[in-house]
């Protein structure tokens, strides 16, 4: 089985900014991991993914996150943030197997908020 | 391409009744899958389908089941619908044999 652990549940930043948001997880098998964005009132789309090779992936929107096998985390970062990258943030697992078809297990979410 | 379409958006129901939520997947997506939202209980994932069969199923009652189509449509069902039950439905799809999921807007269920 497998869990993830979103370690803030919010983040204020200021137009501009950097911001990292952090995602530990936990899983007896090797793992492909996602984070996804979700925006009020619709559904949830993918930023980005890990399933193999570099450890430091691009997604959309200028964000990108490294996997850390031996500390068991996915960070999400973006350099610069802007006023429309208010969202909650929700980081998945799924476990790599033939079992573990279509089956994402998520962390609590990050609501981030971006200030002018 | 079109994206993964859900209806209806909104439903209300009251306790007790029994609700059909659709799904339609990407083209060429052969696999459905099913995640309740909630404020206390976060993201939680309910079952999927693969060619008309169930592979996979989460820690859910009874009450909810599924189906998938040979068109790859799928619909979940609740019966004997509880007050906890108000959620935001989730379908998503993805290719056979791939860990990738793409979302659809949601059912917003609220059970009254």
């Known amino acids: 089985a497998q869990s993830v652990t979103q370690l803030d549940s919010q983040v204020p930043v200021f137009e501009e900014a950097p911001v990292e948001l952090r995602c530990n997880y936990s899983s007896s098998v090797s793992v492909y991991l996602f984070w996804y964005v979700q925006y009020p009132n619709q559904g949830l789309q993918l930023l980005l993914k890990?399933?193999?090779?570099?450890?430091l992936v691009k997604g959309i929107n200028g964000f990108e996150a490294e996997f850390n096998k031996s500390q068991t985390s996915f960070h999400l970062r973006k350099p610069s943030v802007h006023i429309s990258d208010t969202a909650e943030y929700f980081c998945a697992v799924s476990g790599a197997g033939g079992t573990s078809y279509g089956k994402l297990t998520f962390g609590q979410g990050t609501i981030l908020t971006v200030h002018p | 391409k079109a994206g993964v379409t859900q209806t209806p958006r909104y439903l209300i129901k009251t306790r007790g009744q029994q609700v059909t939520l659709s799904c339609s997947p990407i083209s060429g997506h052969r696999s459905v899958s099913w995640y309740q939202q909630t404020p206390g209980q976060g993201l939680q994932f309910l079952f999927e389908?693969?060619?008309?069969?169930?592979?996979n199923k989460g820690n859910f009652p009874g009450r909810f089941s599924g189906r998938q189509f040979s068109n790859s449509r799928s619909e979940m069902n609740v019966s004997t619908l509880e007050l906890g039950d108000s959620a935001l439905y989730l379908c998503?799809?993805?290719?056979?044999?791939?860990?990738?999921?793409?979302f659809g807007p949601g059912t917003r269920l609220t059970v009254t």
């Open positions: 389908y693969f060619s008309e069969t169930q592979r």
């Open positions: 998503a799809s993805s290719l056979a044999d791939s860990y990738e999921q793409y």
């Open positions: 890990y399933l193999s090779g570099s450890t």
